[in-house]
């Protein structure tokens, strides 16, 4: 393959234009609050702040799982974070998550108050205070936080990779959309033949593993992530595909997935989440 606009890199690379594709305006090399603005507050112990994208749905499924349980201690107030719009650079997410990504989680319910970032930190954090949806056995355990960091570890060639040039670079190029294919479908093999002996990622119990890994790799087969359901033939893993329907039948996965969304079907969708009844 060869390319008549072949890109030279200068000796010192410097942030002179923004790189184009959908999230060009927010995507800057530096990072800390471009403006001053406090987090609003609500009335229960967890305050989420937040966008129901993949890594969102990992803590608001993670919330209504404990909640679907009796916990009411669970409770907790969703903020909607609109990342094109710039508000994970506010000086009160940036005091929550010095990262400026969703989602970021503040615990009330402790003196002094903790914060909590890194969706799968949260998800850890949350299973410990709860004792929930975390094996207790040593080596369950550490099979389920191994795949919760496969994840975590694999997810940005899936989103940040596949996803950003197949779907939002300003233009279609063939190299790194045949690199990163490669290793989302590799992904998915390593996926379904783990799946294949077992119910769960982990085991016979459904976990943290499981409610972090649906919300990206159970969106791309069920729900035609980056419309590339085709492209990737993600029909061929019968392991997957059965594992991610099983998850969504779960009633706190339909809730959770509509928390902090504002797209797609209008029955889908709630943008903030204050009450249980607000998804009822």
């Known amino acids: 393959m060869t390319d008549s606009n072949e890109y030279t890199p200068p000796e010192v690379w410097t942030w002179d234009t923004e790189s184009g594709g959908k999230f060009a305006s927010i995507n800057r090399p530096i990072s800390g609050a471009t403006n001053e603005k406090d987090l609003p507050v609500g009335e229960h112990p967890l305050q989420l702040y937040s966008m129901g994208t993949p890594n969102g749905v990992k803590v608001t499924i993670m919330l209504e799982e ?12 969703a903020f909607y974070i609109d990342i094109s719009e710039g508000d994970q650079f506010s000086s009160g997410f940036v005091d929550i998550n010095p990262n400026s990504k969703i989602p970021a989680l503040f615990d009330r319910s402790t003196s002094p108050g903790t914060r909590v970032f890194e969706s799968a930190a949260i998800l850890f954090y949350l299973a410990e205070k ?4 975390i094996p207790t056995d040593p080596a369950e355990r550490a099979e389920c936080m ?76 069920m729900d035609n992530l980056y419309e590339a359901r085709e492209f990737l033939d993600v029909a061929s893993y019968k392991n997957v595909n059965r594992w991610a329907n099983e998850i969504n039948d779960r009633p706190a996965v339909q809730r959770g997935r509509k928390v902090n969304r504002t797209w797609g079907p209008e029955e889908g969708q709630l943008k903030e989440r204050h009450h249980s009844s607000d998804l009822d």
């Open 66 to 77: 404990l909640l679907a349980l009796g916990i009411k201690e669970a409770e907790y107030d």
């Open 130 to 133: 709860f004792g929930q949806f």
């Open 146 to 221: 191994s795949w919760l960091f496969w994840q975590m570890g694999s997810a940005p060639y899936l989103g940040g990779g596949f996803g950003h040039f197949y779907a939002y670079a300003p233009s279609k190029m063939e190299y790194p959309i045949n690199r990163f294919a490669m290793e989302v479908k590799r992904q998915l093999d390593v996926l379904d033949k783990n799946l294949m002996s077992k119910p769960f990622l982990s085991g016979s119990e459904y976990n943290i593993s499981d409610m972090a890994t649906f919300s990206w790799y159970g969106w791309l087969v």
